[in-house]
């Protein structure tokens, strides 16, 4: 009996897994031109509306983002897990207001966590070194790559330019602003072809 239980276990085990791989969204061709343009108009949207939130949400943030060299703005990165976690976010480096490329950033971890946010990503890249170190690199990771530094909120609510002082800040937002008691060295980003 115990030997049946196990075999129906194992062949549902099977057929679930058969059953997920042929949902899967991935295309069988590759992306066209115009699915490529849409993407980049959708992450553009997404970028903008982003740093009106923190604009209007955040005071100093204007002033601190125009110092910057650069930007790379990932403004849904969805991070979830059960003791191991991942997080997983497209966005944009904008250099001079302009977007210039496109990016994907990624990051597992373990340890104790349950559940799933999503959270709001801007790199500021404060000297020119940083931000040429950055698009000359074919994969780059916080903390590794370059020194980061993250934005903290000062006790009057508006940014803390005393945490602002690495060639790289970051600035995490979430729905409740601005998040400055994490980590986000081995954070890895990698450019989209789109």
Not at 60 to 65: A, K, P, T, W
Request: include cysteine; glycine fraction near 12%; charge should be positive.
């Amino acid at each position: 009996m115990r030997k049946t239980f196990v075999m129906k276990v194992a062949i549902a085990t099977v057929l679930g897994s058969l059953a997920l791989a042929g949902c899967t969204t991935t295309p069988d061709q590759p992306a066209t031109a115009s699915s490529n343009a849409s993407t980049r108009e959708a992450i553009d949207a997404r970028v903008n509306a982003t740093l009106s939130r923190l604009y209007s949400t955040v005071p100093g943030s204007r002033e601190l983002v125009s110092k910057s060299r650069g930007m790379l703005v990932f403004p849904n990165v969805l991070q979830a897990g059960f003791i191991l976690g991942g997080q997983s976010g497209n966005g944009a480096l904008r250099v001079g207001g302009a977007t210039v490329g496109y990016y994907n950033t990624s990051s597992l971890s373990v340890g104790l966590q349950a559940g799933a946010q999503s959270k709001a990503l801007i790199f500021l890249f404060m000297t020119q070194d940083a931000l040429d170190k950055f698009r000359n690199s074919e994969g780059w990771a916080a903390g590794a790559d370059a020194s980061v530094a993250l934005v903290k909120m000062g006790a009057n609510g508006a940014v803390d330019t005393s945490t602002a002082t690495g060639p790289v800040d970051v600035i995490v937002l979430t729905n409740a602003g601005l998040m400055g008691d994490l980590s986000v060295n081995g954070t890895k980003v990698t450019r989209l072809k789109l």
